[in-house]
Every structure is written in C-alpha cells, then in structure tokens.
T-cell receptor, first 112, second 117 residues
C-alpha cells in the first residue's frame, strides 16, 4: 500500500536538544517537502528536495536542517537554534505531472 | 508576491445545507490550484485540483470547485453537507519554476467548518 509515513506521532524536546523527525515514502516520488503548521497560520515551507542529494531552503529554514541520501527518505532535524519549535510538522511528496503534493500524517513536537 | 486568502476563518452550517468556502489568490502566471481537508491531528487530504481546461472541477466526497480567472478565485462548494465534513479546509496555489516544476505550495490560513445537526 503506497503512502507517506511519519514518525513518531508525538515528540518531546528538552532545552538545547536536537531532535530528528522521520519521513518515508514508497510512492517513488523525486520531490519531498517539510512544512510547519501553527494555529491560524496555515502551512509554511521549511525545506524541500527535488532529487536525491539536493535540497533547498524554504521560507522558514532557520533552526532546521535536512538530508536526502535516499529517494525514499527525507528526515528533518530541529536544532537547538530553533527557539520556538512547538508545532505540527507535515511531510509531503510530489507526484510528476500533474504535479500534486501528498501529505503524511504529521508529527507533533512539544517542548519540555 | 504570491498569496492565498481565505476570508472566512470559521463557518457553521446545518447538516444538509449547501456550502461554499471562499479562496482568492494572487499569482502572476496561470495558477495550479488545490483544496485540501484536514481532520484534527491528521495530515492533509487532497480534495481536488485545477491545472487547466474545464474551470469546474470535481473532487472526492461530493466537493467541486470553480476557477474564475477574472475574480482570481477558486471557491469550494458542496450541495449538501454531512456531519463528517466538519474539518479544516485549506486552499493552495502551486508556484515556482525549478526545473520546470511547481516547486512549492502557498497555503491560505484555512477555514474551520462546523456542522450543526
């Protein structure tokens, strides 16, 4: 069954700690995305990757890092430099034309 | 700058009543337009999309949307709402031209739909 998985569903971060959110897809899509969702603000783009070993900053990349070593995987690290990390994080992958983004179930990050 | 506006933050309708959610966009080129739905604590599910051709597009769950270029709008409609339609709805425009592809989505801030019995 094809789709996008994100883990964990909930993640707790301590002060000064880096945490990594997992995103895996088996849709054979080249492009993958990370969004952050805050109440009343819609979704904002953090990073995206059009192909393996390549990625670009989105609108709110500060305090985050990514890697794209495999086509199926696009992990997001929330670093200690991100001062307000509490949010709902959504991963997506994009199909070829008609180019459409499909979303995973999300990870909620909370700060202890 | 590209942007999407959803003027209604919250809408309440009665079950069985018709629904229209508004979406206006700002984009210089021909837009790719999308509607997604999100249940609490869940990811986004694609309802429908417009790329070209017929300006009235049909989606899943009985939803449709009409692209009106002159009004820069892409409003979502449903003739008869069900209690299970209660959720948050997001309109988005695909922008960018990285390698010939739309490289990101610009989202509106969402409309929260409540359904009264």
């Amino acid at each position: 069954d094809g789709g996008i998985t994100q883990s964990p569903k909930y993640l707790f971060r301590k002060e000064g700690q880096n945490v990594t959110l997992s995103c895996e897809q088996n849709l054979n899509h080249d492009a993958m995305y990370w969004y952050r969702q805050d109440p009343g603000q819609g979704l904002r783009l953090i990073y995206y990757s059009q192909i393996v070993n390549d990625f670009q900053k989105g609108d709110i990349a500060e305090g985050y890092s990514v890697s794209r070593e495999k086509k199926e995987s696009f992990p997001l690290t929330v670093t200690s430099a991100q001062k307000n990390p509490t949010a709902f994080y959504l991963c997506a992958s994009r199909s070829p034309f008609p180019e459409t983004q499909y979303f995973g179930p999300g990870t909620r990050l909370l700060v202890l | 700058a590209q942007s999407v506006t959803q003027p209604d933050i919250h809408i309440t309708v009665s079950e069985g009543a018709s629904l229209e959610l508004r979406c206006n966009y700002s984009y210089g080129a021909t837009p790719y337009l999308f509607w997604y739905v999100q249940s609490p604590g869940q990811g986004l599910q694609l309802l429908l999309k417009y790329f070209s051709g017929d300006t009235l597009v049909q989606g899943i769950k009985g939803f449709e949307a009409e692209f009106k270029r002159s009004q820069s709008s892409f409003n979502l409609r449903k003739p008869s709402v069900h209690w299970s339609d209660a959720a948050e709805y997001f309109c988005a425009v695909g922008v960018g031209n990285y390698g010939g592809a739309t490289n990101k989505l610009i989202f509106g801030t969402g409309t929260l739909l409540a359904v009264q019995p």
